[in-house]
């Protein structure tokens, strides 16, 4: 169990390029010689993805929410909107 979430740490370095140079060089051979770690750096990077895209729809939701609120209790706010993108 240790040693996934090892891999899973040193993945994560490497998808967010906290590596250093030398490091990261090391880890790309370790790629190119290991099919099971190139399939576990593309799963997670999926999940990095994921989340960032999970992440972005509940900001989205927030700045809706917020928008709402506004048009709902200042109408000269949303007639100022209408006025920019008529």
């Known amino acids: 169990m240790r040693k996934l979430l090892d891999e899973a740490q040193y993945i994560d370095q490497y998808l967010l390029q906290a590596m250093s140079t030398e490091d990261k060089l090391l880890f790309q051979a370790q790629m190119?010689?290991?099919?099971?770690?190139?399939?576990?750096?593309?799963?997670?990077?999926?999940?990095?993805q994921l989340i960032r895209s999970l992440g972005r729809a509940a900001k989205r939701q927030q700045l809706q929410t917020i928008f709402d609120n506004l048009c709902a209790t200042d109408p000269a706010f949303q007639a100022a909107l209408n006025s920019i993108f008529k």
């Open 32 to 48: 190119l010689t290991n099919s099971a770690l190139q399939e576990n750096v593309q799963a997670q990077s999926q999940a990095h």
